[in-house]
């Protein structure tokens, strides 16, 4: 059974060109991502640190006494220990950041894996005669391809987790549903607010959409046999919700700006007890170079602690995340490219695969 879209074809043909952008995307310049990890991450603090050496060398030059003023700063014990509490607290964050970038990556793997799981039970169970109504959607590049819309929900879900790790705003139409209208005017209802309730988050609203997708698909059938589907989600929202926990956690205010006051301390001590008195305008790159090897590591670290922010076509990082979002995408739509299953309908001797593979066709949504 065939249908037309009431949708408008510029709406159609914008969904389906950005459909082309995600699933196109630029290949990371790796080198143009250290230069900025460098720029933002080490820069800040090399220039600073060059800075208060510029101004002690001058003030120890240029004011008379300054030399004795710097030498009663001189408390190697207190130095030492301020050095070493530090070292140990810009470690331990350093480590907690590269972990958190390894977990977020992790589950975005779980994640991508569970959805892959929801479409591959469903399509097997359409192979086996079960009922789903495909639909066919242009591709941005003048052909068409064949999925369904639980493929379209899933593939969403994968993009609306990094952009809300990202903390951008999401835009529906720019999503894998926003390409069937029964999907996008669902899921708009499901996230604006409504009889004095608050809209759902983008997440739930698509977990909820898969949910009533299954419960259409397995309409007449035993409910035990669709278990497995609700397992997967039980791992799908399971994984979103140790990914928004890792990348939202944020330790105490304190905590966080006494760490920079404290190295601020030591850096401008050492400069005043020691490079400065001892190496003068050498201090300028000695003192850079300390800078560099310790606090810069630790905050290029900060800049990979949440990897979902990181640009896929600018990172010196893999860009896995959003390599999973757009494999996950592809795989989804792979699946349910073919309504017939390939084994079961070469079959000799059997009913034409039509009659055995439960399908209907759509041109678009409805």
């Known amino acids: 059974m065939y249908s037309t879209v009431a949708t408008s074809d510029d709406v159609v043909m914008r969904a389906a060109s950005m459909r082309v952008k995600r699933l196109n995307k ?32 001058t003030v120890y030059d240029t004011v008379d006494d300054a030399a004795a003023t710097f030498a009663k700063l001189n408390a190697p014990v207190a130095i030492g220990a301020i050095s070493t509490f530090a070292s140990f607290l810009l470690v331990n964050k350093q480590s907690t950041n590269l972990a958190n970038n390894a977990k977020i990556v992790g589950e975005f793997g779980n994640l991508s894996g569970s959805l892959i799981n929801i479409c591959l039970f469903l399509k097997s169970q359409i192979s086996s005669g079960k009922t789903v109504e495909f639909i066919t959607l242009p591709d941005g590049k003048g052909a068409l391809f064949q999925t369904t819309r ?17 903390g951008t705003k999401i835009f529906a139409e720019g999503l894998p549903l926003g390409q069937d209208s029964r999907l996008l005017k669902a899921y708009n209802g499901l996230v604006t607010r409504s009889n004095g309730a608050p809209g759902m988050s983008p997440f739930a609203a698509c977990v909820l959409l898969v949910g009533e997708l299954v419960d259409e698909f397995q309409i007449g059938e035993k409910a035990s046999e669709y278990a497995v589907l609700f397992g997967q989600l039980n791992a799908v929202t399971a994984a979103e919700g140790s990914i928004g926990g890792t990348a939202g956690y944020s330790p105490p205010y304190l905590m966080k700006y006494l760490l920079g006051f404290l190295y601020t ?52 990082q893999k860009p896995m995340v959003s390599i999973a979002c757009v494999d996950t995408e592809i795989a989804i739509t792979s699946i349910f490219a073919r309504a017939q299953s390939t084994l ?13 593979s439960g399908m209907r066709f759509t041109i678009a949504g409805r």
């Not at 143009?32 to 060398?57: E, T, Y």
């Not at 790159?285 to 640009?311: D, H, V």
């Open 265 to 316: 301390l030591y850096l401008v001590l050492i400069a005043a007890t020691d490079l400065v008195p001892n190496n003068r305008w050498n201090s300028l790159w000695i003192g850079s170079i300390l800078a560099f090897c310790t606090i810069s590591f630790y905050q290029i670290s900060e800049r990979y602690g949440n990897p979902m922010k990181l640009r896929s076509n600018r990172s010196g």
């Open 150 to 166: 639980i493929g379209l929900v899933c593939s969403s879900i994968m993009y609306i987790i990094k952009y809300t790790g990202r």
């Open 26 to 57: 630029q290949s990371n310049n790796w080198v143009g991502g250290i230069l900025m990890d460098l720029v933002i991450g080490a820069g800040p603090w090399v220039v600073g640190m060059v800075a208060v050496c510029w101004i002690l060398i």
């Open 344 to 356: 079961l309908g070469d079959t000799s001797g059997m009913l034409s695969t039509a009659a055995h």
